[in-house]
């Protein structure tokens, strides 16, 4: 099982930058949404009048899925500077890669919740870490995409493109730098330093109940 | 004595590097650090457990060298310690004295003969330094203050001039400097017009980089190289320079002509140098004769 709890009110209003499509991801019954909380959020977004559309679907983790069901929106999207995602880590993954010109934001961090696990028929995986990353590293996950889960930059053990763990596997940090240059959003990168915080999915599942 | 002082002077800094062994006994490495090392160089790298295999400790060695007059620089992974031990093993540092670091991320646990062993990386090369900081501004990574006066150090870090993606290189070198990197070591360059090209867009961070050297001792190495270690390519000029007289190169004599020719090049756009001579330290006084060092 996994929770989604959304991010601050702030930290969602600054992303929401231009034409806004927002995306929710309702149904799967692995995740838990915080549903209410959303659409008062989502009602605020709009009140400035630069939310175009809001979309709601189920499993968005599938990609056929997803193609299909964006399709009869896809002028709004066209047309939208942004795009705001209201789903767990990989469901935010797979429209990140389905729009890959577009700059797609995560609007929840993800966190575990103990019991049975959703099957996620697909090459995104999302760690669960509680803090999630995706909106620094231009929507490719650094804790799965990256074989040391690394959150400030590649190893530099990558040998033309490929990680030195798995020759099969691209360096998902050269995989993040190649989206966010092709964004024109590399500035993303200069963040301060990043250090993971273990303790925190934990804790908020505790504090939870 | 801290590198960082040295730059701040002016010298070209030389540094060499040395494995420590498997096992705990050091009697040859202190004896070839003491004759080959000693004097010819301002500072030697311990690497920590290089490649993941497991050996003798990098700062016991640090200590064993410091006691003989050396000069050690502290290299640190994050691969096999968390924030906790990673933090008291600086502090240890700054309590023999040692007060040189270099910040690596590490090599992934499975490419060494531990394989099995569970990689750690809580931190990287990045929160390394920035952690770093932290304990010289008197508390540790969560904020608790540290008892004392702070430790303070030179703190190095790397970056390879010559990979592939250096665009990439370059970004995350630029996180290294903003977290706190005083002085940068470089993976090994064999193509001058390549590193010349990365010193010119290097600059602009304003802190010094050492050229790095890995002495081409054979074909089958630098063939080897090529196929597997990431940000070094030797051009075919090179090879055939090593192949053309076996003897010649068997002798060490063609490695070293190469190393003292990429030093000579490379010189007047860095500010030192660094070389990994991987059990021919024998050959560096020889090389920074020829280098004019």
């Known amino acids: 099982m996994l929770i989604t709890q959304l991010k601050s009110k702030e930290t969602i209003e600054a992303l929401a930058k231009g034409k806004t499509v927002i995306i929710n991801c309702h149904g799967c019954k692995e995740v838990y949404f915080p549903e209410q909380e959303a659409a008062e959020l989502q009602k605020e977004l709009s009140v400035g009048g630069n939310v175009t559309e809001i979309i709601t679907r189920d499993y968005i983790c599938n990609p056929d899925n997803l193609r299909f069901q964006l399709k009869k929106f896809e002028d709004k999207i066209k047309d939208a500077d942004t795009v705001l995602v209201f789903s767990c880590g990989v469901g935010v993954q797979t429209v990140a890669a389905f729009l890959e010109d577009k700059k797609v934001f995560a609007c929840c961090d993800t966190c575990p919740l103990p019991g049975f696990q959703g099957v996620t028929p697909l ?47 691209e360096c998902g940090w050269e995989r993040i730098y190649r989206k966010l240059e092709k964004l024109g959003r590399l500035d993303t990168l200069k963040y301060e330093a990043k250090v993971r915080d273990y303790a925190k999915p934990f804790k908020e599942s505790k504090d939870e109940g | 004595m801290m590198l960082t002082e040295l730059f701040q002077r002016g010298e070209f800094v030389v540094t060499a590097e ?74 240890s540092a700054a309590l023999f004295g040692i007060d040189n670091l270099l910040c690596l991320t590490g090599d992934h646990t499975t490419l060494g003969d531990n394989p099995q062993a569970k990689p750690v990386f809580d931190l990287d090369s990045v929160s390394l330094l920035h952690m770093l900081k932290k304990l010289e501004s008197g508390e540790d990574m969560a ?72 002495i081409p001792k054979n ?19 090179m090879i055939a320079e090593l192949q053309a007289d076996k003897e010649k190169t068997k002798a060490g004599i063609t490695g070293v002509e190469i190393s003292a020719r990429l030093i000579k090049e490379c010189k007047p756009y860095c500010q030192g140098v660094h070389i990994m001579a991987l059990g021919w330290e024998s050959k560096i006084p020889d090389i920074l004769a020829k280098a004019g060092l």
């Open chain 1, 123 to 169: 090459e995104f995986d999302c760690g669960q870490c509680g803090e999630c990353y995706l909106n620094s590293t231009g929507g490719i996950c650094p804790i799965t995409a990256c074989s040391k889960s690394l959150v400030n930059g590649q190893c530099g053990g990558a040998k033309n493109g490929r990680c030195e763990v798995n020759k099969d596997m």
């Open chain 2, 18 to 91: 040395v494995g420590p062994p498997k096992g705990y006994h050091i009697e040859h490495l202190l004896h070839e650090a003491e004759t080959y090392l000693k004097g010819h160089v301002h500072a030697v790298n311990v690497t920590d457990n290089q490649s993941s295999v497991m050996r003798l400790g990098s700062l016991a060695t640090c200590k064993a060298l410091k006691d003989k007059g050396l000069n050690p620089i502290f290299q640190m992974t994050c691969r096999d310690r968390n924030r906790i031990g990673l933090q008291s093993d600086i502090l």
């Open chain 2, 143 to 214: 904020g608790n203050p540290l008892e004392g006066e702070p430790p303070k150090f030179a703190k190095g870090a790397v970056v390879s001039p010559c990979s592939d993606s250096v665009d990439v290189q370059l970004a995350k070198m630029e996180a290294k400097v903003r977290a706190g990197a005083e002085y940068f070591q470089t993976q090994a360059v064999y193509e001058p017009e390549k590193f010349i090209k990365f010193m010119e867009k290097a600059k602009q961070f304003g802190v010094p980089v050492q050229l790095g050297i890995v």
């Open chain 2, 219 to 237: 074909v089958g190495m630098v063939k080897y190289m090529n196929a597997n270690v990431a940000g070094i390519s030797v051009p075919d000029s």
